[in-house]
């Protein structure tokens, strides 16, 4: 007897009816029956090199009660026949051809009477090539990189829209697609921010298809950098400096360094018995100055602050009560802006260096002429023809000499001739113009006779300067013993300061203890790469520990660390090396940088990460 072929444990059949509501693929129902559909998702394109779309084979198989059967009768059948055709080459094969005919997704089913198993296609534009461009090569840690991505088609156009997916090489450069383009964590896009964690350099891939494109982006670090003695300058509680690429941060009184986080410091002049003090804006943490202006040198002054850009342009930014910002506008037109230094007819002017004092700033022009501007009270605009006149625009420097650098004080103004002499022009009362005599004031450049130098610093009515030989000289004010010998109302004429190995010399600027009226000032220098002050000690500005008594002697500045630039401000001094800046003495009005004031701190301490 003939066993007869049946399922007799896996399958049963059944004969009945179909669900009226889907049309007939078989006339039997089969228990248990489930279909799959390889592949589950597939991606198709359009336009291709040869102009039409491209195909996908896609296989059915059937199992009963979890065991494998022939595919009973059965159809293909796609949601839109106008995105993609489905055809098999007879109507018994498990196995059909999906076509793209135009862009966009469908679903492609195998069913069988009621039962069903999908696959989702995706069709899309055949991408020939892609293309990614950055908003900058180089930023700095933390800054957002935008990247544009474009998709472009076999007959090289463009394809808007076409979804782009970002790596990153590197996980310290995170890529995230802007909310307006998808979710904060989504990968495809037309757009993307790249954001560095920590310094360095990744390459980002752009994919469509199956084309890519990449970029190399580099991240340097944020924090302030040492380019001698113009990359960090410090003044009257304030301080500014440049960081990689030219960007300028300040910290401090923001009537100076125009950064403002805080509206209630407290400064300490005009302090009574019934008083707390005064408050006035400051930033206690370094913050980036309002414009980019990618400054390669800056200084800072007691009430004016002046950048250089590497076109040779100048700008100047705080008082503008004498035409210290030089434009020609009406002196007080004080704002966050920095100014363009103009000359004749609103005309920009070149300059190779420029230098900020007490009230007026002067510049050189590429040739070494030198220009000044702002207040002439003692002659300090050096015009030469004997009237004091303050100027909202740079005047010439009488003589007509090529000089190198300059160094400007309270209200005398000197410089360096290429040969190495310095001249100086202005107030004398305390023997600052290194004359040999104290008085009157000048309005010519005069030699200093005797020595010569390779670096000159003046502020308040100090000055000082370094030899080639590494060693310093001071002359001027010497009420705490600034100049670098012992206390006395001054030194007239270059005066050695003890010590050798000298590279670069900072003279800070005039304090005025509050009450006592007492003037007082410091002097700080690089030797051998090591920080060294004298002078001032009532904040703690000469760096030694402790808070007291002036030194008309250098003292080794406490921590054991090296520097390649210094500046030393009213009664605060700053340093930079490779790790950033490092200041001590008065935190007042945030001048440390490092979201303190009113404290007095005796050794170097680290600003805050500029932000």
């Known amino acids: 007897m003939r066993h007869l072929n049946t ?32 592949p589950t998702s597939d991606t198709l394109y359009l336009g291709g090199p040869q102009g039409v779309g491209s195909t996908a084979t896609v296989a059915a198989s059937a199992t009963a009660q979890g065991s494998p059967i022939s595919l009973p009768g059965h159809v293909f059948e796609t949601t839109d026949s106008s995105i993609v055709t489905i055809a098999s080459a007879r109507a018994e094969d498990s196995v059909a051809t999906v076509t793209a005919r135009s862009v966009g997704t469908t679903t492609v089913t195998v069913r069988v009477n009621q039962t069903r198993a999908s ?3 995706v069709v899309l534009p055949y991408v020939k090539s892609v293309t990614v461009t950055a908003s900058a090569a180089q930023v700095l840690v933390g800054d957002t990189i935008r990247l544009t991505g474009k998709v472009f088609g076999w007959s090289g156009d463009s394809l808007a829209g076409q979804p782009i997916t970002f790596t990153s090489s590197s996980p310290a450069a995170t890529v995230t697609i802007p909310p ?16 560095f964690t920590a310094p360095g350099t990744a390459t980002i891939t752009a994919r469509s298809g199956a084309a890519t494109a990449t970029v190399v982006l580099t991240a340097l670090k944020r924090e302030f950098i040492g380019v001698g003695a113009n990359g960090f300058s410090t003044g009257a509680d304030a301080s500014c400096g440049l960081l990689p690429l030219g960007r300028v941060y300040c910290f401090g009184n923001a009537a100076l360094s125009k950064v403002v986080t805080d509206t209630s410091c407290f400064n300490d002049k005009g302090i009574t018995a019934s008083a707390a003090g005064p408050r006035i804006k400051c930033a206690l ?3 980036e100055f309002p414009d980019r202006l990618q400054l390669t040198a800056l200084s800072v002054g007691d009430s004016v602050a002046c950048g250089l850009n590497a076109a040779g342009r100048a700008y100047c930014w705080g008082d503008d009560k004498y035409g210290q910002m030089g434009n020609g506008g009406a002196k007080g037109d004080t704002t966050l802006v920095a100014k363009t230094v103009t000359g004749p007819l609103n005309l920009a002017l070149t300059f190779s260096q420029v230098v900020a004092g007490g009230a007026h700033a002067c510049g050189l022009n590429p040739t070494g002429l030198a220009y000044c501007w702002g207040k002439d009270s003692s002659y300090q605009l050096g015009g030469g ?4 006149i303050n100027s909202t625009t740079p005047i010439p420097v009488s003589g007509g000499a090529s000089y190198k650098a300059l160094a400007l004080g309270r209200g005398h103004t000197c410089a360096l001739r290429t040969d190495g002499v310095a001249v ?3 107030d004398n009362r305390d023997g600052q113009l290194g004359r040999g005599t104290s008085g009157d004031s000048s309005d010519v450049p005069a030699p200093i006779a005797g020595v010569t130098f390779t670096q000159i610093s ?9 030899t080639a030989q590494g060693s310093a000289f001071c002359w001027g004010a010497n009420e705490s013993g600034q100049a670098g010998s012992p206390a006395s109302l001054f030194v007239n004429a270059p005066t050695q300061v003890s010590g050798s190995g000298y590279t670069a010399v900072s003279v800070g600027g005039v304090d005025t203890i509050p009450n006592l009226k007492i003037r007082v000032s410091h002097t700080c220098a690089l030797s051998n790469g090591n920080a060294v002050c004298w002078g001032a000690n009532n904040y703690g500005q000469l760096g030694r520990g402790s808070v007291g008594a002036p030194s008309s002697a250098p003292l080794a500045v406490t921590g054991g660390l090296s520097f390649t630039a210094i500046s030393a401000g009213s009664r605060t001094t700053c340093a930079v090396n490779a790790d950033g800046a490092y200041c001590w003495g008065s935190a007042i009005l945030g001048a440390m940088g ?12 680290k600003t805050a990460a500029p932000r």
């Open 7 to 38: 399922f007799v444990t896996a399958v049963v059949l059944l004969t009945a009816a179909a669900c009226s509501s889907d049309s007939v693929t078989d006339n039997r129902t089969i228990l248990g029956l489930e279909l799959t559909l390889t």
């Open 119 to 121: 696959a989702t296609i």
């Open 180 to 195: 307006a383009t998808g979710t904060a964590t989504a990968t495809t896009a037309t757009r993307a921010n790249v954001v």
């Open 285 to 287: 943490v370094p913050l």
């Open 385 to 388: 023809d004997g009237r004091i």
């Open 424 to 426: 100086c022009w202005g």
């Open 458 to 466: 003046a502020r308040g009515n100090t000055t000082c300067g370094v």
């Open 594 to 605: 490092n979201e303190i004031q009113a404290l007095t701190v005796a050794s170097p301490q």
